[in-house]
């Protein structure tokens, strides 16, 4: 069964604490694998896509870095401006889109 | 990347009313876009795919008379929550792909 899991469901970090959210995944055929940031009552905003094991995009404090089986998002000395909840999506060979639950995370200052 | 505009952000409405929410892709042009619901702390549930030119297909559970799809042009559909009740307030996203998926702001629906 296609799914996506992600770990923790929240993370509470000091701001300059750097840590990692976990995105497992299971599926047909990976097309791709995306991260989005979501901040409360708005539309899930694109930050990364994945397409092959290995591949890693960096874009400011965040840096993705993809296997056969999960996806990690390392945020790097985070500021409380990166706190809100971050989604992992998967696009199968079928050309649907699986998300996982997300991880709130929260940057305290 | 892609902008998807959604409208209106907001809306309250009566029970019995029904609700027209509308998604635009503004800068491309999608002969599909998606729509989603979204409760709180929980992830987004497609609720169905909306097909430009033809009907929409609807996911197992989403009742196709209550939410009407409409996609009229390659850049505009429409979800309209009809005979809304309390039950159908909830965060309403839709979307639409180019390379990745590029979402709305959503509309928060709360029905009285």
């Known amino acids: 069964e296609d799914q996506v899991t992600q770990s923790p469901e929240a993370l509470r970090l000091q701001e300059g604490e750097s840590s990692s959210l976990n995105c497992s995944y299971t599926v047909s055929g990976l097309r791709g694998l995306f991260w989005y940031r979501q901040d409360p009552g708005k539309g899930p905003e694109f930050l990364f896509t994945?397409?092959?094991a290995g591949e890693e995009k960096e874009k400011e404090r965040l840096k993705a870095t993809l296997t056969k089986k999960e996806s990690f998002l390392h945020i790097t000395a985070p500021k409380p401006e990166d706190s809100a909840t971050y989604l992992c999506a998967v696009l199968s060979n079928f050309n649907k889109f699986y998300f996982g639950s997300g991880t709130k995370l929260n940057v305290k200052p | 990347g892609a902008v998807v505009s959604q409208h209106p952000s907001r809306v309250i409405c009566k029970s019995g009313t029904s609700v027209k929410i509308e998604c635009r892709s503004l800068?491309?042009?999608?002969?599909?876009m998606f729509w989603y619901r979204q409760f709180p702390k929980q992830s987004l549930m497609l609720m169905a795919t909306s097909n430009e030119g033809s009907k929409a297909t609807y996911e197992q559970g989403v009742e196709k008379d209550k939410f009407l799809i409409n996609h009229a042009s390659l850049t505009l559909s429409t979800l309209t929550v009809t005979s809304a009740h309390p039950e159908d307030s909830s965060f309403y996203i839709c979307?639409?792909?180019?390379?990745?998926?590029?979402f709305g702001p959503g509309t928060r629906l709360t029905v009285l």
């Open positions: 800068d491309f042009q999608a002969t599909t």
């Open positions: 994945l397409y092959s």
């Open positions: 979307s639409a792909r180019q390379g990745a998926e590029f």
